[in-house]
């Protein structure tokens, strides 16, 4: 699967960001045992970005990237709160709304069966709008339900930001642009696999299993065990 079209600048923080993973070693090859990621693929790769938690100068350089990027992509005046999805984004959510100097909420992944906003925790009004923060997408399943609990609050949520986003299984964007969703994310497995290229992070019988299945990740999952739709 080809690289996703970014700017220069994106090209530019996903390199950053790719060599900060790795530093911390976040970042996890293993083709010959391909990890099942929580959507069903099969994949030679897995990402901790909640390792980045225990670094705070490296998360302190990841979230300035972040406001960065929304204030770039999303706007400097375009949103009133930032919302993290239980468990991962809630740190990001809380880092990122600091920066952008707006309220912090979280969104529950079950509700917890009483209050008018059972499933979101914070200071909530209709129409506010909301920021989405996870630390990671593979497919974007899992945004669908935590941007649909803050719709269904009341809240305006178009955007959401990942950390990391796999950027190799189809439909990921696609599925979130049709319910109006626009994703933003810092880095992908192509500046993680460039980033470890360069730095000879892992072994070239790593890095050639990886190539294959950024070549074709439906494939690859697959003939691998996992889903392949």
Known sequence: MAPISRSARQQAQGRIVADILLEIKAVNFRP???????????????????????????????????????????????????????????????????????????????????????????????????LLVEDLASDGGSKLLFVKALRDAGTKCDHCFVVFFYGAFPGAIESMAKEGI??????????VLAAAEAGNDFTPAAIAGVRDFLKDPVAWSAAHGGRSS
């Open 32 to 130: 010959e045992q391909p990890y099942t990621l929580t959507a069903g693929w099969a994949s030679p790769v897995y990402i901790d970005c909640r390792k980045l938690i225990s670094y705070p100068r490296a998360r302190r350089k990841v979230t300035e990237l972040a406001r960065h990027e929304i204030e770039e992509s999303v706007g400097h005046e375009s949103l009133d709160a930032v919302a993290g999805g239980e468990t991962a984004g809630i740190p990001y959510a809380a880092w990122i709304s600091d920066a952008l100097m707006l309220p912090m909420q979280y969104v529950r992944k079950k509700p917890k069966g009483f209050g008018r906003n059972a499933q979101i925790e914070g200071d909530v009004h209709d129409g506010q709008r909301v």
């Open 182 to 191: 626009a994703l933003h994310y810092l880095c992908t497995w192509h500046d």
